[in-house]
């Protein structure tokens, strides 16, 4: 089956870090551009990290010099190392994978992520 699913979501406090893996599954993931989606209660669902098929990076501004996204294709596998986590991190973090000619997109359940102190 096609899917991507997400792990490393808890709690942390201010300060601390995580890692989230997005392991793909059916699809050979080195084929598709990858982004991490995040959305907390009350706001829109914000792209805050991307990875393209040749490994360059964009980050939102929130997260530029925090976060780094990753990837490793042997693994199948996208990684998002967020550190420095501030409680405006906290929302649930959602992995995005894409490609066009014809476009396809598969995205992840969904991993919460709680910053507090």
């Known amino acids: 089956q096609v899917q991507l699913v997400e792990s490393g979501g808890g709690w942390v406090q201010p300060g601390g870090s995580l890692r989230l893996s997005c392991v793909a599954s059916g699809i050979t993931f080195s084929t598709y551009v990858v982004d991490w989606y995040r959305q907390a209660p009350g706001k829109e669902r914000d792209v805050v990290a991307t990875?393209?098929?040749?490994?360059?990076?964009n980050y939102a501004d929130s997260v530029k010099g925090r976060f780094t996204i990753s990837r490793d294709n042997a693994k199948n596998t996208v990684y998002l190392q967020m550190n420095n986590l501030k409680p405006e991190d906290t929302a649930i973090y959602y992995c995005h994978g894409w490609r066009s000619s014809p476009y396809e997109a598969i995205w992840g359940q969904g991993t919460q992520v709680t910053v507090s102190s």
């Open positions: 990875i393209t098929l040749t490994s360059g990076t």
